[in-house]
């Protein structure tokens, strides 16, 4: 079982999850106020030296493909997580998008589970990412994720059986309910953000590497 975590706000940060069995870190190189967000720079930090430890991986929300593409050459992460509101970026955009990246770089596509078409947009999708990322959705965060709440999982379940890519389930999950959610859903991996983290005095958050630690011994 893969298994994902946001998101790392350093270097440091990206190892220490790395050492405790995390295989994708996340990182959110953006300045639109996203939870856990990071410079460019500092992403591209943790991408170096994520090399040989886990595989990398930067989101974005924008819709604009040249500034996705400026992103993803100025951090170079082995995975861009594409995650801006739903259908912002079509499944055609996303082909054209893949021919602007660097060699190499492979696509995570976000679906909003329990969105209108849901299925019919995996199975779009699917067709032009090379992994797929099952999350829940709020009007709170920007883009589909990051919500710290689950979904319907026979919804994500469904998705699972329908496509032929790799699929990450995201949406809640902590080590109280991620075994739980494998069996529900079978995904290839599983991705936490919220319920992994430590809340810092006067606002923010770092990991909370005990909860990471047992959040994939759960999954495993």
């Keep these: 079982m893969i298994v994902q975590i946001y998101t790392a706000q350093s270097a440091a940060e990206a190892v220490a999850l790395a050492e405790r069995g995390v295989n994708h870190v ?5 300045t639109v106020g996203l939870p856990g967000q ?6 591209a930090e943790a991408v170096t030296a994520l090399r040989g430890r886990a595989r990398s991986v930067a989101l974005s929300v924008e819709s604009d493909l040249d500034e996705i593409a400026r992103m993803a050459h100025a951090v170079g992460p082995d ?21 602007m990246l660097p060699e190499g770089m492979e696509i995570m596509q976000a679906i ?36 710290g709440v689950t979904h319907d999982w026979s919804r994500s379940a469904g998705i ?8 990450v389930l995201a949406g809640g999950l902590s080590a ?8 529900a859903v079978r995904p290839w991996g ?5 319920h992994t983290n430590r809340a810092l005095p006067g606002g923010g958050f770092e990991k909370d590497l005990d909860a990471v630690a047992a959040f994939v011994a759960a999954s495993r």
């Design 38 to 43: 990071i410079g460019e720079d500092v992403a």
């Design 112 to 147: 909003a589970v329990g969105a209108d078409d849901d299925l019919a947009m995996a199975i779009a999708y699917a067709e032009v990412a090379d992994f797929l990322i099952l999350d829940s959705y709020t009007p709170d965060v920007q883009g589909v994720g990051a919500a």
């Design 176 to 183: 109280a309910n991620v075994a739980e959610a494998i069996r």
């Design 26 to 30: 996340g990182l959110t190189p953006t």
């Design 79 to 99: 995975i861009l997580h594409l995650c801006g509101e739903v259908g912002a970026v079509d499944p055609k955009a996303v082909r054209r998008l893949r021919g």
């Design 160 to 167: 699972v059986e329908a496509v032929d890519v790799p699929v």
């Design 190 to 194: 599983v991705d936490s953000l919220t």
